[in-house]
Structure formats: structure tokens, C-alpha cells
T-cell receptor, first 114, second 113 residues
């Protein structure tokens, strides 16, 4: 079956530090890949996505590239802010339409210090 | 822009009681998904509906049932509640057939005491 593996957390960084959160996946076909962010007490928000190999998703300074050869979708940001403190989930979706349920990784908590 | 609306936002129930969670998808979205997120856990897929028919089923207990109505809103019914059902329940909606991006509601936090 499908699975998503995220690096162990939590991660604590100082403001303006470089961020990398690793994500690898296992899937039988050609999934779409996503990063979701969950702020304290809030729901899940889509941060970025990529639907095919070599696609790069980007949003709010975050980037992730769909690497089929390494089955990875690592999240990066060049300079984090305190407001980026949240839980980050890597996820995949295989199929389309009604069969597009998401399989999530365990999530990682990011804390950014001023 | 309209988002996915879930109600109630918070719910406290006693063991063995019944709870009903509601989800109103984004207008024109025809697919609804339900997820359960336990404390400190990743969201787990429960069930989905497309055009009012169940389309996929995940790790949903037999005590739970769900349906999607003619106006596309969905309800998750949970009976004989157990302490372990305490979790954040998310609903997500998407456009079916070729669209894979799901938009999530803010969730309903269910506490079973």
C-alpha cells in the first residue's frame, strides 16, 4: 500500500535559518504529492503540491520538488519566520476524483525562535 | 472565497452516546472525505463520497456511518461512543474526476468523557 515517511521531529530553528523537512513516499503508481500545514488549533491548509515528476511546488517561500528517482518530496525554505511555527504534513494522493484520498506522514512540528 | 464548513466546532459527549458531525463542502464540489486525527497523530482516512454515493472506505469503525445528501453536505454519525473516539474530525471536499486537490474544513473536536 501507499505510505509516507517524514523525518523525526520536532525541529527548532532560529528566525532566518534555512529549513529542510524530508519526506519520502511509497506508492504503486504515480501519485500527486502535497505539503499541508496545521497551525495550532486550526485545520489543515494546503501549502503546496506537485502532480508529476520534476514538478516544483512553491508557496509563501516554501518549495518542494517531486523527485521520482528518489521517491522524495522534501520541503525547503530559505529563511524561516516565527509565523512558520506549525505542524507540517507530507501527503500523497493516488488516483483521481473520488479515489483521491490522502495518505499522510506522521507530521513534524516546527518551532521558530525569534 | 467560500471554504469547507464543519459543525459543530467542538462537541463533548459521554461514553455510549451518539454524535453527528456535519460538513458543508465548497460550492460545486461533489466529493467529500472524512478524516480522523487522534492527539499527536496524522490524519487517518475514514470514508469518502462522490455524487452522494460512497466511493471509498478506510479505517472507519462499524459504529460509524456517513452519508452525503442531495445538497452535497455530508454527515458522520457516530454511535456507542468510546473514549478512544476523542479526536479531531476533518472533512475535506474536492471536485471529482481528475481533480486531486482537497480543501479541508477547520475540523470538529470531539471529546468523549
Amino acid at each position: 500500500g501507499n505510505s509516507v515517511t517524514q523525518m523525526e521531529g520536532p525541529v527548532t530553528l532560529s528566525e532566518e535559518a534555512f529549513l529542510t523537512i524530508n519526506c519520502t513516499y511509497t506508492a504503486t503508481g504515480y501519485p500527486s504529492l502535497f505539503w499541508y500545514v496545521q497551525y495550532p488549533g486550526e485545520g489543515l491548509q494546503l501549502l503546496l503540491k506537485a502532480t508529476k515528476a520534476d514538478d516544483k511546488g512553491s508557496n509563501k517561500g516554501f518549495e518542494a520538488t517531486y523527485r521520482k528517482e528518489t521517491t522524495s518530496f522534501h520541503l525547503e525554505k530559505g529563511s524561516v519566520q516565527v509565523s512558520d511555527s506549525a505542524v507540517y504534513f507530507c501527503a500523497l494522493s493516488e488516483g483521481s476524483g473520488a479515489n483521491s484520498k490522502l495518505t499522510f506522514g506522521k507530521g513534524i512540528t516546527l518551532s521558530v525562535r525569534p | 472565497a467560500a471554504g469547507v464548513i464543519q459543525s459543530p466546532r467542538h462537541l463533548i459527549k459521554e461514553k455510549r452516546e451518539t454524535a453527528t458531525l456535519k460538513c458543508y463542502p465548497i460550492p460545486r464540489h461533489d466529493t467529500v472525505y472524512w478524516y480522523q486525527q487522534g492527539p499527536g497523530q496524522d490524519p487517518q482516512f475514514l470514508i469518502s463520497f462522490y455524487e452522494k454515493m460512497q466511493s471509498d472506505k478506510g479505517s472507519i469503525p462499524d459504529r460509524f456511518s456517513a452519508q452525503q445528501f442531495s445538497d452535497y453536505h455530508s454527515e458522520l454519525n457516530m454511535s456507542s461512543l468510546e473514549l478512544g473516539d476523542s479526536a479531531l474530525y476533518f472533512c475535506a471536499s474536492s471536485l471529482g474526476l481528475g481533480y486531486t486537490e482537497a480543501f479541508f474544513g477547520q475540523g470538529t473536536r470531539l471529546t468523549v468523557v
